[in-house]
Structure formats: structure tokens, C-alpha cells
């Protein structure tokens, strides 16, 4: 099994059922010949330290993979990145210690959030993917943010389209770590 644990991005926020970047996924992984279910544990809101109170009900499914989708909603808030650090730390520490591979996916923020803090928010997963020897996938939403087709008219989450997109980066990443 491959969890897919996030916030609105992994839910499928705003997109018609059946069109999230998971469910696109698991389209993906079935068309390869992989024998993994994808189960998409999303939920639109949520922080790092939301992520980290339920975490427990990830862990219980004995995951190979988890693809670790937090931290765009603590950056909009303007929480400190000292928290969304420590908290993704300890994320990545007890999926570890359970036994699953993680792959950490990289976010970014919009440019009014300034140049520092949009910097040292960036590095919080550079960071943590080194210094935990994770993979990382640099920016989930590589070639969709910012394009107007593959986004929704909040600027913030994709379309239905724009998720078979990050499914697409996801699966880049994510292939190294399984097994046929």
C-alpha cells in the first residue's frame, strides 16, 4: 500500500471525485503493472501539526511508501517555519521508524510572502530530505502552478487536469522506491 498523506492538494480539493492526484496515481501504477493500492489520506486544511496528531492512523496501515504532502497550509498562515520544520521532522522520523519509505513533496509559496520567508520555507524540505535521506520531489506542483488551464480560479489547487499533471511528478519520483 502507498499512502498519500496531505492536505487539500492530496484530497483533490475542488476537483470533480475521481480526479485527484492519487486516484490518478493509482491509474498510473495499474497501467505499469504495479501491484500497489493507492489510499488517499487528504484532508483540505490541514497543518503540519494536524498531520502529526493523526499520523498514527497512517502508520497503522503498515504502508511501503508514504508520500508526505504538508506544510502549504502552515506557509499561507504565516506560521512559523521553525514549526512546520520541527513538525515534518518528526513526521519523517516516525514513518521511518515504522518501517515505510517516505517521499517527502517540496512546496513553495506565493511571491508576497517575501523573498526570506518563501526562502527559508523552501529549505525546510531540502533539508529534511538530506538530512533524513528521503527522496524529495523538489515542487509538487511542477508545471501546473501558475498556469491557468491546470489550476483552479484560486490559484491554489489544481484542476482535474492539472492533478493527472502532479500525478505524473509523483510517479517520477515514486517509481525508484517500488517494487514489480
Do not use: W
Amino acid at each position: 500500500m502507498i499512502v498519500a498523506f496531505g492536505d487539500s492538494l492530496t484530497a483533490g480539493f475542488g476537483a470533480d471525485p475521481g480526479r485527484s492526484y492519487p486516484d490518478f496515481l493509482q491509474q498510473e501504477l495499474d497501467r505499469r503493472g504495479y501491484r500497489y493500492r493507492v489510499a488517499n489520506a487528504g484532508i483540505s486544511g490541514e497543518t503540519t501539526t494536524d498531520a502529526l496528531a493523526r499520523l498514527s492512523m497512517v502508520t497503522v496501515l503498515k504502508p511501503v511508501v508514504v508520500i508526505v504532502e504538508f506544510g502549504g497550509n502552515d506557509g499561507l498562515r504565516g506560521l512559523p517555519i521553525s514549526t512546520t520544520r520541527s513538525n515534518l521532522d518528526q513526521i519523517i522520523v516516525e514513518l521511518k521508524a515504522s518501517g515505510t519509505d517516505v517521499l517527502l513533496a517540496g512546496m513553495t509559496l506565493p511571491p508576497n510572502y517575501g523573498a526570506d520567508y518563501i526562502s527559508g520555507f523552501q529549505h525546510v524540505y531540502t533539508d529534511l530530505a538530506a538530512k533524513h535521506k528521503v527522496a524529495l520531489i523538489p515542487f509538487l506542483l511542477e508545471g501546473v502552478a501558475g498556469t491557468g488551464r491546470y489550476m483552479q480560479q484560486d490559484g491554489l489547487h489544481p484542476t482535474g487536469e492539472g492533478n493527472r499533471i502532479v500525478a505524473a511528478t509523483v510517479m517520477r519520483y515514486l517509481q525508484p522506491l517500488l517494487r514489480k
